[in-house]
C-alpha cells in the first residue's frame, strides 16, 4: 500500500472548474494505477475516473466525459483531476485511490481492487 492524501476541493459556482491533487508517499507510484471516485450524501462512492500507472490509458464514467481530466505527474507522485463545466450534482467527497500495477498495464475501474486510499476531498458546486 501506498498513503494517499488528496486535496483541491472547494466551493465553485455551477460552471466553474477545480483541479484536486493527490499527493502519493513511496517509490514505487509509477507501478500503481491511480483513481478518482466520488461519495455524495445518502449515496455509493461510484467511479469518476482512472489513469494507468504511464498515463497512456484514461476511463471516464459517462456522467464526466467530456468535463473531467485525469492526469498524473509520476516525477512527483501526484495524480489529478481538471473538473470543468462543474454542475451541481459532481456535488461530493472525491477520493483518490491506487492500484498496484506493477509493470503492466492496469486500470481497474472498481473499488474493490484499489489498495489504498486518500482521505477525501470535499467538493461542492453550488446552483
Known amino acids: 500500500q501506498v498513503q494517499l492524501v488528496d486535496s483541491g476541493g472547494g466551493l465553485v459556482q455551477a460552471g466553474g472548474s477545480l483541479r484536486l491533487s493527490c499527493v502519493a508517499s513511496g517509490r514505487t507510484f509509477s507501478s500503481y494505477a491511480m483513481g478518482w471516485f466520488r461519495q455524495a450524501p445518502g449515496k455509493e462512492r461510484e467511479f469518476v475516473a482512472a489513469?494507468?500507472?504511464?498515463?497512456?490509458?484514461?476511463y471516464y464514467a459517462d456522467s464526466v466525459k467530456g468535463r473531467f481530466a485525469i492526469s498524473r505527474d509520476n516525477a512527483k507522485n501526484t495524480v489529478y483531476l481538471q473538473m470543468n463545466s462543474l454542475k451541481p450534482e459532481d456535488t461530493a467527497v472525491y477520493y483518490c485511490a491506487a492500484a498496484y500495477s506493477g509493470y503492466v498495464t492496469y486500470v481497474p475501474l472498481v473499488e474493490a481492487k484499489y489498495d489504498s486510499w486518500g482521505q477525501g476531498t470535499q467538493v461542492t458546486v453550488s446552483s
Open positions: 489513469i494507468s500507472r504511464s498515463g497512456g490509458n484514461t
